[in-house]
């Protein structure tokens, strides 16, 4: 079994892998998946072992692999098998995958342990006459094991005098393992309340006068405490206070009369302070989604691999069915995971698992890339080492190592943030279905606007289609309004972001005490600087795209490269004074807001206000408890939230993601228009929304005014048929870029050799043009779109394409490849 060498993925831009020799001491423990150290030119680097091999490449010198980081493989051999997937589709170099999946190496403390085995502990009582006794030093190891309850501190083996032969062999035949746990984390308990009694006090021994008055008195209480913990599970004592409404005295006198017990329980990590007094809304399933769980169920039953999309309207609870199926997965001893499109939603759906499941399970874990270094290992090797059975988090968390999948849920599927735009340019969602394959578990995609590939799939039946038709409690969908710019204006001949009837609605809404949300797409103070006279706009000196006047930081920024220049007072090319500043940003909004509501409440989220989990925490939680009037930001705002006393949103520019060179323009339109008018009205109070465009023709608007999903599919699938798009073709983005312009030039004309006798075979090969960010981080950048009904061929050319690199010694890095491109800019 132990085979001397083994074959590493490196995080390097290469194709391959790497044979490395194991050091004899070192074969026991190198396995697949297992993270080890090795030499690698003059560094060191850290590696994934993807097979362990019997002989070396001949002629090549072979370097010895220097350590084996950790002695569990981090990687299962099913994420092994999806990170080769993933490295195929997408055409990445294994290693980079790998190192994507996987935490970050960080320092954790930890102690290596040796764990008795069931058949070790067997083995510890057998005598001398056993059929394959064990020699004395085994033996003295596996009592002594016996002794400590089971567990023993690695280096305590050496105490005895134990060699690591010794601890291998014993390793080998099962009677231990070895493991690695994590130290430093102070374990914080809680006391969890749990129902005991069988419906009958058990109030012997006192007075009949005693139990009846007491039994009036404390009934209603008890029978509320007994209906919670039943409904819910056991509960931590400080939200089971305020699930049922009694003070801690009355649990203190269940706990006695024995109708209640108790335990302390460890703390999650993850588990943040807003939770303390976080009660999880317990709705009755209404009709629909009762029948879509049913659906849900159905596909459990079957146990099979299957894609379900929950096509559900905003505001119609599908939150209240993912928090089921997870349930449902949970009590079917699988394991579940639930992506989320942002770091802000995991805060909120993982305070709702840890509240369903959080004290009845071993725990949940959440994944995301604000967590620190450690942090984010931590909770990962808390998953992998089986201690949390459901994962919320991101697009990475899609690598959870959980064993026994048995269901992924990917909610607002179509969100752009599942895409990777970095090596590996993978999206989280089609790689969540390719898992939920892989692992035979059901995905469950849930969108109030999905993506049209995701919907023409559910059409075609090649998945299912489960839908919430309505709001719960059959509240009203928000009404949504046009206002025509070009009206306005002509009205009132003033260019203010706000219309008259968006200021008219917004103070309605101030005189009712109700809340506004104000979104607009663009951050900063305005995004173009023009001079009047000669008309030069000011450009980022690394990309060919304007930069963005910051008022408050009083400078210019690129939004792309993050470079920043001072703010011109006249215009850097002929000099003239006239420089102007157009198109409005969130900045400039909130000042006008501020000007024109100058008793509101007003605050701003978008990336330059919500730098942390925590400004961005606050200032939603101030909005979510009424300290707020009015929240103005950008799509930020979108997504999501449920907030109760919103009763207006207005978009101020419906139009600037509609004039983007993109063919997901109209879709990206009516899906933000959707998502924020689904912002209004979800409480009580019924929701209004105020749409500002130049183009209200347009399809996407006019859809989504209606708030129409079907209707929308129908005009833009047509479009997307005539004009060969996704749904109906697969399509690649190359980009071939340098610093260089000649270089940058010489490449894709090279490549363009390459391609064009493929050009007309079953695929469509256009470019090499400028792409539309001709100039990016001041690279120059040239563009090649690859279209074809046939995913393998794009892939079998694309294939093709990396060998002749390869061959004409073009650099991997110049050229970047992008299977399923979200945006083609
Ligand atoms: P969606 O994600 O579909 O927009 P949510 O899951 O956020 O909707 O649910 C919207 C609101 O409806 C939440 O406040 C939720 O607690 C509530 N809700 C969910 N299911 C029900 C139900 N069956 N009856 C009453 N209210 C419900
Ligand atoms: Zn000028
Ligand atoms: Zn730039």
Same mark, same amino acid.
């Not at 899609?398 to 026994?404: D, E, G, V, Y």
């Given at each position: 079994m132990s085979l001397p060498f083994c074959n590493v993925a490196l995080p390097v831009p290469l194709r391959t892998t790497f044979t490395y020799a194991i050091p004899e001491t070192l074969r026991d423990f190198v396995q697949p998946g297992n993270r080890v150290v090795v030499p690698f030119r003059r560094k060191s680097l850290v590696g994934v072992v993807v097979e362990c091999v019997p002989h070396a490449p001949e002629g090549a010198k072979i370097r010895e692999l220097t350590k084996v980081l950790e002695f569990v493989p981090a990687l299962t051999p099913k994420l092994l098998e999806l990170g080769q997937w993933i490295a195929g589709y997408y055409l990445a170099p294994v290693g980079e995958v790998f190192r994507a999946m996987l935490p970050p190496v960080t320092e954790l403390r930890t102690e290596r342990q040796i764990v008795l085995t069931d058949s070790g502990s067997t083995a510890a009582q057998q005598d001398a006459n056993a059929t394959r006794p064990l020699n004395p030093q085994q033996h003295a190891l596996l009592s002594q094991l016996t002794e400590k309850?089971? &567990?023993?501190?690695?280096?305590?083996?050496?105490?005895?005098?134990?060699?690591?032969?010794?601890? +291998?062999?014993?390793?080998?035949?099962?009677?231990?393992?070895? $493991?690695?746990?994590?130290?430093?984390?102070?374990?914080?308990?809680?006391?969890?309340?749990?129902?005991?009694?069988?419906?009958?006090?058990?109030?012997?021994?006192?007075?009949?006068?005693? $139990?009846?008055?007491?039994a009036r008195a404390l009934d209603e209480k008890i029978g509320g405490v007994k209906a919670a913990l039943?409904?819910?599970?056991?509960?931590?004592?400080? #939200?089971?206070?305020?699930?049922?409404?009694?003070?801690?005295?009355? *649990?203190?006198?269940?706990?006695? %009369?024995?109708l209640l017990?108790?335990?302390?329980?460890?703390?999650?990590?993850?588990?943040? @302070?807003?939770?303390?007094?976080? &009660?999880p809304p317990a709705h009755e399933l209404n009709a629909e989604q009762e029948s879509a769980l049913k659906? &849900?169920?159905?596909?459990?039953?079957?146990?099979?691999?299957?894609?379900?999309?929950?096509?559900?309207?905003?505001?119609?609870?599908?939150?209240?069915?993912?928090?089921?199926?997870?349930?449902?997965?949970?009590?079917?001893?699988?394991?579940?995971?639930?992506?989320? @499109?942002?770091?802000?939603?995991?805060?909120? *759906?993982?305070?709702?698992?840890?509240?369903?499941?959080?004290?009845?399970?071993e725990g949940v874990a959440v994944l995301h890339s604000a967590l620190s270094d450690v942090e984010r290992?931590?909770?990962?090797?808390?998953?992998? !080492?089986? %201690?949390?059975?459901?994962? &919320?988090?991101?697009?990475?968390?899609?690598?959870?190592?959980?064993?026994?999948?048995?269901? *992924?849920?990917?909610?607002?599927?179509?969100?752009?943030?599942?895409?990777?735009?970095?090596?590996?340019r993978y999206h989280g969602r089609d790689v969540a279905i390719v898992r939920a394959k892989m692992e035979n578990a059901a995905a469950l995609l849930g969108s109030a606007t999905p993506s049209l590939e995701t919907y023409h799939h559910a059409r075609s039946g090649k998945y299912e289609l489960l839908t919430l038709a309505s709001r719960v409690e059959q509240r009203a969908m928000a009404s949504v309004e046009i206002?025509?710019?070009?009206?306005?204006?002509?009205?009132?001949?003033? /260019?203010?972001?706000?219309?008259? /009837?968006?200021?008219?609605?917004? #103070?309605?809404?101030?005189?009712?005490?109700?809340?506004?949300?104000?979104?607009? !797409?663009?951050?900063?103070?305005?995004?173009?600087?023009?001079?009047?006279?000669?008309?030069?706009?000011? #450009?980022?000196? !690394?990309?060919?795209?304007?930069?963005?006047? +910051?008022?408050?930081? !009083?400078?210019?920024?690129? +939004?792309?490269?993050?470079s920043i220049q001072s703010v011109p007072k006249q215009c850097p090319k002929c000099q003239s004074q006239y420089v102007y500043f157009f198109g409005e940003g969130s900045e400039h909004l909130e000042e006008r807001l501020r000007k024109e509501f100058p008793g509101a409440r007003i605050a701003r989220l978008d990336r330059d206000t919500a730098r942390t989990k925590r400004q961005y925490q606050e200032t939603l939680g101030a909005f979510a408890g009424g300290a707020l009037d009015i929240l103005v930001g950008t799509q930020m705002l979108a997504k999501g939230h449920d907030f109760q006393r919103v009763t207006l949103v207005g978009v101020v520019s419906a139009d600037s993601s509609l004039s983007l060179p993109d063919f997901r323009a109209a879709e990206r339109t009516f899906q933000l228009l959707t998502q924020v008018a689904g912002r209004a009205g979800r409480g009580q109070l019924p929701g209004r929304v105020l749409i500002q465009t130049f183009y209200p023709e347009h399809y996407a608007i006019q859809d989504a005014v209606r708030q129409d999903y079907p209707a929308f599919y129908e005009r833009e699938t047509q479009f997307r048929r005539v004009m060969a798009y996704p749904p109906f073709t697969s399509l690649a983005n190359v980009i071939v870029r340098h610093t260089d312009l000649e270089k940058a030039i010489r490449w894709s004309r090279q490549l363009s050799q390459y391609f064009s006798p493929h050009d007309g075979k079953g695929l469509r090969i256009l470019g090499p043009?400028?792409?539309?960010?001709?100039?990016?981080?001041?690279?120059?950048?040239f563009q090649f779109l690859l279209k074809s009904p046939k995913r393998s061929l794009l892939a079998k050319v694309l294939g093709g394409a990396m060998t002749y690199l390869e061959r004409k010694e073009i650099p991997e890095t110049a050229v970047l490849v992008d299977m399923d491109p979200l945006s083609l800019m």
């Open positions: 309850g089971g &567990v023993m501190p690695f280096a305590s083996a050496a105490k005895l005098g134990l060699d690591d032969a010794v601890l +291998h062999r014993l390793r080998r035949a099962g009677l231990i393992e070895i $493991r690695e746990s994590m130290l430093g984390r102070k374990a914080k308990t809680q006391r969890v309340i749990a129902w005991k009694g069988g419906g009958e006090e058990s109030g012997g021994g006192k007075s009949e006068k005693d $139990r009846e008055s007491r039943e409904a819910r599970g056991p509960l931590p004592l400080a #939200q089971l206070l305020r699930v049922a409404h009694v003070s801690r005295s009355v *649990i203190e006198r269940m706990l006695r %009369d024995g017990e108790s335990w302390e329980e460890r703390i999650d990590p993850a588990e943040d @302070p807003f939770d303390a007094g976080y &009660v659906l &849900v169920r159905a596909r459990f039953e079957l146990g099979e691999f299957g894609v379900l999309l929950l096509h559900g309207v905003t505001g119609s609870g599908k939150t209240e069915v993912y928090m089921r199926a997870v349930q449902e997965t949970l009590a079917r001893g699988k394991t579940a995971i639930i992506l989320v @499109p942002e770091i802000a939603l995991t805060l909120w *759906i993982g305070r709702q698992c840890r509240a369903w499941f959080g004290a009845r399970f290992a931590r909770e990962w090797w808390r998953v992998r !080492n089986g %201690d949390a059975r459901v994962v &919320v988090g991101t697009r990475s968390a899609i690598f959870a190592p959980l064993q026994n999948l048995g269901l *992924i849920i990917v909610d607002e599927e179509q969100e752009s943030s599942y895409k990777q735009e970095e090596t590996p206002v025509d710019l070009r009206e306005d204006f002509a009205k009132t001949l003033q /260019t203010s972001p706000i219309s008259a /009837t968006l200021h008219t609605g917004i #103070q309605e809404c101030l005189a009712q005490k109700t809340q506004a949300l104000v979104l607009i !797409n663009r951050r900063g103070y305005s995004w173009s600087v023009l001079c009047r006279s000669c008309g030069a706009s000011v #450009q980022c000196a !690394n990309c060919s795209i304007s930069m963005t006047h +910051h008022k408050q930081r !009083n400078r210019l920024e690129c +939004h792309y490269c993050g043009a400028a792409a539309p960010l001709a100039k990016l981080k001041k690279e120059h950048r």
